[in-house]
């Protein structure tokens, strides 16, 4: 099975700028899509981002223009780069990997993807 395993969370101030990591390892042969997700406090898991296999990446509207998501060479470790962070962007962030067919994406709805991380804490103020 696959295991994802983010890093990088931490506080920071309004204005603010972070960066994410997630480490995948056991990958079976094949290509993935992998995404970025949150969840805030009393609301629903949403999908930040995501980025096929040769780059090509989507992203929600709320995070458009300040959030970037990249995948190293190896395909082995995933990024968030969070700029102008505000306090709405508060959230626990996990990212996920999805099998697909040409490593390419087909939604940025939770319930596409199969491996989770365990989430991590980011918290603006």
């Known amino acids: 099975d696959v295991q994802l395993v983010e890093s990088g969370g931490g506080s920071v101030q309004a204005g603010g700028s972070l960066r994410l990591s997630c480490a995948a390892s056991?990958?079976?042969?094949?290509?993935?899509?992998m995404g970025w997700f949150r969840q805030a406090p009393g609301k629903e898991r949403e999908g930040v981002g995501n980025i096929a296999l040769h780059g090509l990446t989507t992203y929600a509207a709320s995070v458009q223009g300040r959030f970037t998501i990249s995948r190293d060479n190896a395909k082995t470790t995933l990024y968030l780069e969070m700029n102008n962070l505000t306090p709405e962007d508060t959230a626990i962030y996990y990212c996920a990997a999805q099998p697909s067919r040409g490593g390419y994406c087909y939604s940025l709805v939770s319930q596409y993807y199969t491996y989770w991380g365990q989430g991590t804490q980011v918290t603006v103020s």
């Open positions: 056991g990958y079976a042969s094949g290509a993935y899509c």
